[in-house]
Nanobody, 120 residues
Framework: QVQLVESGGGLVQVGGSLRLSCAAS????????MGWYRQAPGKQRELVAT???????NYAESVKGRFTISRDNAKNTVYLQMNSLKPEDTAVYYC??????????????WGQGTQVTVSS
């Protein structure tokens, strides 16, 4: 009932930048937290960054100072600006959101993922 569509992934050289976007649509009453997670080959999915409706943010230690998460509540969209990219940032990046549907039922949804590849 809530769809998350990511965009902005791709291939970039070490030290480059990318900006990911994730737009939520559906029978949404309100979105609480939105976030980005990533999964590299052979590894577990890990948190990258989250942002609450009150724009409080949380980052993984490995991306602090390089990545910035933001959101546009009017567009139900979350962004991830990634700078100074490293080969270890290579992964599939997934968007996540939780909140309430129009009937005030809680929801939690994942996007389909977008590939980020950092080449050296």
């Amino acid at each position: 009932q809530v769809q998350l569509v990511e965009s902005g992934g791709g291939l970039v050289q070490v030290g480059g930048s990318l900006r990911l976007s994730c737009a939520a649509s559906g029978s949404i009453f309100t979105i609480n937290a939105m976030g980005w997670y990533r999964q590299a080959p052979g590894k577990q999915r890990e948190l990258v960054a989250t942002i609450t409706s009150g724009v409080s943010t949380n980052y993984a230690e490995s991306v602090k100072g390089r990545f910035t998460i933001s959101r546009d509540n009017a567009k139900n969209t979350v962004y991830l600006q990634m700078n100074s990219l490293k080969p270890e940032d290579t992964a599939v990046y997934y968007c996540n959101a939780d909140g309430l549907l129009l009937r005030l039922h809680p929801f939690g949804s994942w996007g389909q993922g977008t590939q980020v590849t950092v080449s050296s």
